[in-house]
């Protein structure tokens, strides 16, 4: 119990560094995207901005609203985050052990957890507009949930395990993606809906909602929320090359191909974000329920059928 205690404190520390630089990543990916050169200032090339960014957001006054409901206010960016770093046991990394044969369901169940905190967030700080911006996060992710159910379903039905490791293994001789590209295009754009994320923000999509749910968070409750959001990107980027690319792992150097495939993922989010207006709203779930749930639907069906055909 100590060893894989202390093998996830490492996981959770790791989660933690890579999301600072992934936001340096991001910032840099967006000023070369937008022909400028992005945070250059802080030490060599820039590099140390994350820890000086880190500095300036935790060192700031804690403020706290007069008509704020203040325990549960305070509480929910951290639940947040601990949910968000809680997805990283699910992965079989060096440090981290095996989570048993039911890593995606736990997978499911944390992810769906997180849609409380988000509400929260807004609730608890009695303001309208805070409220309003996580009515539409709540609802957004709710129906990309559902997409992304159906879509986790048709690779467990593939490879006979709801494992994630036996998922990998599975994929040793021929990927997923060979058999269901049109589902990992899905599982993407779900996956970008899922974390909120340009060109789904819509939390902060309109004039009245400013900044969503986190309107009335500052300093160190700001920098939480968001270090949570960049943690859940990173993690459904490990997902996204698991499921679909799992065999990597096995082919490479210590599976540097892996890891590689995994920032190329990572670097897809920034480069969506950079390339494409906001979407509206309303045709956000016009693409969930009568695009993507028949689609995904169709194509569970015919893997049902194809795996029972293959079976005989």
Not at 123 to 139: P, Q, T
Request: charged residues 10%; neutral net charge.
């Amino acid at each position: 119990m100590i060893i894989e205690l202390l093998s996830g404190i490492i996981s959770f520390i790791c989660a933690l560094v890579a999301v600072a630089f992934f936001t340096l990543l991001e910032r840099k990916g967006l000023g070369y995207f937008q022909i400028r050169k992005g945070p250059n200032k802080v030490g060599l090339m820039g590099l140390p901005q994350p820890m000086a960014d880190a500095v300036k957001l935790f060192s700031k006054e804690l403020i706290k609203p007069t008509l704020i409901n203040i325990f549960p206010f305070l509480i929910c960016p951290f639940m947040s985050l601990f949910l968000s770093l809680l997805l990283w046991l699910l992965y079989n990394n060096y440090f981290v052990c095996s989570m048993g044969g039911l890593s995606l369901l736990l997978f499911l169940c944390i992810s769906s957890l997180s849609v409380y905190s988000v509400m929260g967030a807004g609730w608890f700080s009695n303001s309208k507009y805070a409220l309003l911006g996580s009515v539409r996060a709540v609802a957004q992710s709710i129906s990309y949930e559902v997409s992304m159910s159906l879509i986790l379903m048709s690779c467990l039905i593939l490879s006979g395990s709801i494992n994630l490791s036996v998922i990998m293994n599975y994929q040793l001789f021929i990927w997923i993606v060979f058999v269901n590209f049109f589902m990992l295009i899905m599982w993407f754009v779900s996956c970008v809906a899922e974390t909120h994320r340009a060109p789904f923000d819509f939390a902060e999509g309109e004039s009245e909602l400013v900044s969503g749910f986190n309107i009335e968070y500052g300093g160190i409750g700001f920098a939480v929320l968001f270090m949570a959001e960049y943690s859940s990107i990173l993690f459904m980027s490990v997902l996204v090359v698991s499921l679909f690319f799992g065999g990597l792992l096995y082919i490479s150097f210590y599976g540097m191909l892996f890891y590689l495939m995994i920032g190329f993922v990572s670097f897809l989010f920034i480069w969506v974000r950079a390339s494409y207006p906001r979407y509206r709203y309303d045709l956000l779930m016009y693409l969930i329920w009568k695009s993507y749930l028949p689609s995904v639907l169709s194509i569970l069906m015919f893997l049902v059928m194809l795996v029972y055909f293959l079976n005989i």
